[in-house]
Nanobody, 129 residues
Framework: QVRAVESGGGSVQAGGSLRLSCTIP????????MGWFRQAPGKEREGVSS????????FYEASVKGRFTISKDNAKNALYLQMNSLRPEDTAMYYC??????????????????????WGQGTQVTVSS
């Protein structure tokens, strides 16, 4: 079964940084939009950031804008999330997933988790105050 493999999580103090990585070797990343999602205990999974097939369209959830940066390397089938100025409310399990299709992000775009597949086990991010 094709699944994402996430890494890079850990425990940091507020204000710290982490860089998450994801790979799905079986997929051609230039045929997919890629997304980072997170789920805290007792909460629904939410879209944190996503990047379209070309890398030209990017979405950030409002609370992470200016702090997180998504990027991908299609040649390496790698997706990254640089997380700076981390806050305790960023604490969650972080997942990477892929959405098939070479489409652009139009106005009002949101990465709904049900549109994505190839979910991995996730990587835990814990931010202490």
């Amino acid at each position: 079964q094709v699944r994402a493999v996430e890494s890079g999580g850990g425990s940091v103090q507020a204000g710290g940084s982490l860089r998450l990585s994801c790979t799905i070797p079986e997929l051609r990343f230039d045929d997919y939009a890629m997304g980072w999602f997170r789920q805290a205990p007792g909460k629904e999974r939410e879209g944190v950031s996503s990047i379209n097939w070309s890398g030209k369209d990017i979405f950030y959830e409002a609370s992470v804008k200016g702090r997180f940066t998504i990027s991908k390397d299609n040649a390496k089938n790698a997706l990254y999330l640089q997380m700076n100025s981390l806050r305790p409310e960023d604490t969650a399990m972080y997942y990477c997933a892929a959405e098939a299709g070479r489409h652009e992000f139009t106005g009002g775009y949101y990465p709904y988790p049900e549109n994505f597949g190839y979910w991995g086990q996730g990587t835990q991010v814990t931010v202490s105050s």
